[in-house]
């Protein structure tokens, strides 16, 4: 099924329609991870609601932080030549396939501006990462929601939810808040039902802590040019704070995205400190094995006082509550814990080991003063 309209434009060789834009519009509506609790007891602050890393930056990092002066007095490479070098070879692919963004958010907005036209369709699950609909209600998109199947994508009733003005569908895998994968196998069979023209968009920002074997790998589905994987460092390699993402897909997808970046939306330092990132391989491992045993450490201890907790595969946990969740997340802000309520479920960050016991603490506190 190909679809055309009378105010899109080609590229040569492009399999699906990229509308040129310059302008650059600031998405709306999305909230990050709160900093502080109001009526928080005295005491240290356990924030486990914004999926952030429990560890410091990895070898290296901070040191050329702070020696990098030039990199605070001069504007950036606009290109980010060098990290674009790095991650290619870090997925076995051409700079040319590689974009980076100010968080992988950036690219998402800048997805918005090359496919997007008001009324278009974009595709996404319910629930999953809220940012898809944000940046899409600002290009007056229409979001086309599709409910979970228990905590992973729906993707029969996405391919089936497909119409004429979809222009994008967001694969979130594992997904977020929910932690569910999407199969490998399961992922194939829906890219072939997808029409060549729509661009199915793979978001692995929590790849590096799954350990399931039928979990899909979206640089495996690069062969197809309306194939996007969205990688971040905010989450594993713990640089949520400089704001850095990037994209691996068609290169002339990849270039339609930079056509319209922000100049030098990416600062030296994220760029600099995302490269030296990627040396650290065997750390990292360490860091996410850590986060793995914690994360199977907080389900079994959360099973076991008689929640209802979903497997993860990211670095957070699932809680599915019969209640609206409200209640429970003002309590345990007033207890110094913060998490994230998403309707009838929590979302709680793998911290430390203090911090997951903390949290324990505080639900059970809370959970034994309403009777639950």
Known sequence: MQRTTSDESRDPGSPFPVRKRVAFSQHGGYVAGARSAQGALSGRLVRLASNESAFPPLPGVMNAIHSEED??????????????????????????????????????????????????????????????????????????????????????????????????????????????????????????????????VIDEAYREFVDDPRAANGVDFLDRANVLCLRTFSKAYGLAGLRIGYGLGDPQLIAALRSVQLPFGVNALAQRAATLS????????????????????????????????????????????????????????????????????????IGSPADNDAFLTALTSVRDRTGE
Not at 159 to 183: K, L, S
Not at 305 to 334: C, H, M, Y
């Open 71 to 200: 990199a605070v007095v001069r504007y950036p490479d606009n290109d980010a030549s060098e990290l674009r070098s790095r991650i290619a070879e870090h997925h076995g692919l051409s700079s040319s396939q590689v974009a980076v963004g100010n968080g992988s958010l950036a690219l998402v907005e800048q997805l918005m501006h090359v496919l997007v036209d008001p009324g278009d369709q974009v595709i996404v699950g319910d629930p999953s990462f809220i940012g898809y609909s944000s940046v899409g209600k600002v290009a007056q998109a229409d979001i086309v929601r599709v409910p979970l199947s228990g905590s992973s994508l729906d993707l029969e009733a996405m391919a089936v939810a497909i119409t004429d003005r979809t222009r994008i569908i967001f694969v979130c895998t594992p997904n977020n808040p929910t932690g569910g994968i999407v199969g490998a196998l399961e992922l194939e069979s829906f890219l072939k039902a997808v029409p060549t023209d729509v661009l199915v």
């Open 278 to 349: 990627l040396d650290s391989q065997t750390e990292l491992e360490g860091r996410v094995a850590t986060v793995v045993s914690e994360r199977l450490r907080l389900e079994e201890a959360l099973t076991d006082i008689g929640l209802d907790v979903r497997p993860s595969q990211g670095n957070f946990v699932w809680i599915v509550l019969e209640e609206d969740t409200a209640s429970t997340v003002k309590a345990l802000a007033a207890r110094g814990v913060l998490i994230r309520g998403y309707g009838h479920g929590m979302r709680a960050t």
